[in-house]
């Protein structure tokens, strides 16, 4: 089972490391500061090619759905994953 944090304490790290699975063009018209884009298709063809299993990565999307997903698998597979719950849209609303 993965982890979740909220969009808010997500806020209150120091330093994290973020990722972004949306589309090119969603993260292009705006995003999580500091937050890396890697599509959810390129993550889960290669994700060795993106992600180190000795680090935690905090994983959004626009609603919280695909990153659950998506975390679900990455930590299947080893990965150490934390779920942004609510995706950008939790952290707009908590901006």
């Known amino acids: 089972m993965f982890k979740s944090i909220s969009a808010?304490?997500?806020?209150?790290?120091?330093?994290?490391?973020?990722?972004?699975?949306?589309?090119?063009?969603?993260?292009?018209?705006?995003?999580?500061?500091?937050?890396?884009?890697?599509?959810m298709e390129n993550l889960l063809i290669k994700p060795d090619k993106y992600l180190s299993k000795n680090e935690v990565y905090y994983v959004y999307c626009q609603k919280g759905i695909q990153s659950r997903k998506m975390c679900s698998i990455l930590t299947n597979m080893g990965y150490n994953v934390v779920n942004v719950s609510g995706g950008y849209e939790s952290w707009i609303l908590n901006g």
């Open 8 to 39: 808010n304490d997500l806020k209150y790290l120091n330093n994290p490391k973020i990722i972004d699975i949306r589309s090119i063009e969603k993260y292009n018209n705006n995003h999580i500061i500091n937050a890396v884009n890697i599509p």
